[in-house]
């Protein structure tokens, strides 16, 4: 039995999104084009890119691991393809900020020993950037309330965004400017509120 994974690709002319299905059955890495989406988020780009597969017949259902909170494995499958980072909105916020003259450390943690790592940080300025996935994060505007598992997902969702509130509070007691953004906003929108900030502290 072959795993399969959705993945989505941005075409650069028209900045439309492209969903398709890859598989591998250990010697190659076939992949399917399922057809454009064009939800704000990633997550739900995603989950459409799923329904699409479903649609056309190309998955079956298999046995969740024992554990696993998630109510299907499709379900699963996108769960596990929101949580890296190096998302496309955090690369197209840093090639903006790049090309206006901006240097920056990703991924870093703003205070040694604070087990937290902004997505884009800039030490000098004491700049750090978060951006939060529409998901996990439980953003107003996309988050659905989870449908199986209610108690469960809940106090994970209510742990994820005391931990965001914790985070913002212990770097702004230590002279952090602290700049949150959702995944789904526009990139250049988020830029015009870091460019500024940073230059400020930098001067």
């Known amino acids: ?120 940080l800039f030490p000098r300025a004491r700049v750090a950037v978060f951006v939060d996935g529409c998901f996990w994060h439980v953003c107003p505007e996309h988050h659905r309330p989870a449908m199986r598992n209610k108690e469960f997902w809940s106090e994970k969702f209510a742990e994820n965004q005391r931990r965001d509130a914790e985070t913002n509070r212990i770097l702004e007691e230590a002279g952090w400017t602290v700049i949150r953004a959702w995944e789904h906003e526009a990139p250049e929108d988020v830029a015009r509120r870091i460019i500024p900030a940073v230059r400020r502290a930098n001067h």
Do not use: C
């Open 1 to 120: 039995m072959a795993h399969a994974s959705v993945s989505l690709r941005v075409l650069p002319k028209t900045r439309r999104i492209r969903a398709s299905l890859r598989w591998g059955d250990g010697r190659k890495s076939p992949e399917r084009y399922l057809g454009e989406v064009e939800h704000a988020s990633r997550e739900a780009n995603l989950a459409e890119g799923w329904r699409l597969a479903w649609a056309k017949g190309l998955l079956r259902e298999a046995t969740l691991p024992e554990g696993s909170t998630a109510s299907t494995p499709a379900v699963r499958a996108s769960m596990k393809g929101n949580r890296g980072r190096d998302t496309r909105p955090e690369r197209e916020l840093r090639s903006l900020l790049f090309k206006k003259g901006l240097r920056y450390r990703v991924n870093a943690p703003p205070i040694q020993g604070l087990r937290r790592s902004a997505d884009v």
